[in-house]
């Protein structure tokens, strides 16, 4: 089976809190490829190896990348590489634990077992415990960073949920989102022609919604309209380009639409509800620190450049 990997925008939505939402589709089958390792690029005391760069290729693949993905495929691989150096030092590695849960609820939001999840990652090249490994990474770097500029960044989701919890008051709650996109596609050579037309398109579609259920139903009829199931998300790792948006509008509405990159398109809220587990309150921490330290994207940066600068990186 093939899998189509959709990511929400990181950059600004992830900050302190860590967030991933995706959706898989599943198509017609990949043949089975036996890859031989070697050593390719050593990071510090770190090895990554050619399967690893071919599996991170293949994930890029299905996050829909562009360019030369293997050169990408490197560079992210080295950047995982010193992050994860600076973690382990710090001890700021997230548990096997809080990476399984994360991986079962994309499972989950997918409508797959955590055994269907991994064979379809399987099938596509990529592998459950690669993919687990990009999520620690994702959720390890924040806590990397909050150390590096603030207090807070080292600490483990219990200590976080605790130190809320001495602030006064009960544990925090925040809203979980199922959201779904629709995007009018517009190509980059049309773009001046058949904007307009397509504003016009989306805008007469995002009228006519009414549930999740049924859009795909209306794009039925329509040219190059893709509709994308983004999963759960929490409320403090929407994307900020839409966040308002959907914070003002109830579950069976939907944003209005936005001319982006891709075309135009709008989000719809599928379903919400409230909820008070550890890592909602993790996330609502740390996207309060967030808020608080406003430059934590300059910050990530200037620190990974940072680390990058002192790191020894050897090329075989």
């Known amino acids: 089976m093939n899998i189509d990997l959709v990511w929400l925008p990181r950059a600004k939505a992830v900050k302190m809190a860590f967030m991933l939402a995706f959706t898989i589709v599943a198509t017609t089958s990949l043949p089975h490829v036996t890859l031989a390792s070697s050593i390719a690029i050593v990071v510090n005391d770190t090895a990554i190896t ?25 560079e992210d691989l080295i950047e995982d590489a010193i992050k994860m150096n600076e973690a382990k030092r710090l001890g700021a590695v997230v548990s096997d634990r809080q990476v399984n849960q994360s991986f079962a609820r994309f499972a989950s939001s997918n409508k797959m077992s955590v055994k269907q999840m991994s064979q379809m990652l399987s099938q596509a090249g990529v592998g459950a415990s690669h993919f687990k490994e990009f999520i620690r990474v994702q959720m390890s770097w924040p806590r990397v960073v909050g150390a590096r500029f603030n207090n807070s960044g080292q600490m483990s989701t219990e200590d976080l949920v605790s130190k809320m919890l001495e602030r006064g008051g009960e544990k925090p709650t925040t809203t979980e989102y199922i959201l779904q996109q629709v995007i009018f596609v517009v190509p980059t050579a049309k773009r001046k022609s058949i904007l307009n037309q397509r504003k016009r398109e989306a805008d007469a579609m995002r009228a006519r919604f009414v549930n999740c259920e049924s859009t795909r139903d209306f794009a039925k009829g329509l040219k190059d309209v893709s509709v994308r199931d983004l999963g759960r998300v929490m409320q403090p790792a929407l994307p900020a380009e839409w966040k308002t948006q959907i914070e003002k509008i109830s579950p069976g509405q939907a944003t209005g639409t936005k001319v982006t990159a891709r075309g135009v398109e709008f989000i719809a ?15 609502v921490f740390r996207a309060e620190e967030a808020r608080e330290n406003s430059d934590g994207d ?7 450049k940072e680390l990058r600068e002192k790191a020894r990186i050897s090329y075989r």
């Not at 293949?58 to 360019?67: C, D, I, N, T």
């Open 50 to 74: 050619t399967i690893d760069i071919e599996r991170r290729s293949k994930l890029l693949r299905l996050q829909r990348a562009k360019g030369d993905l293997k050169k990408k495929a490197r």
């Open 269 to 283: 809220i599928c379903s919400s509800a409230k909820v008070s587990d550890d890592l909602a309150a993790e996330m």
């Open 298 to 304: 300059a910050n990530s940066k200037k620190f990974l």
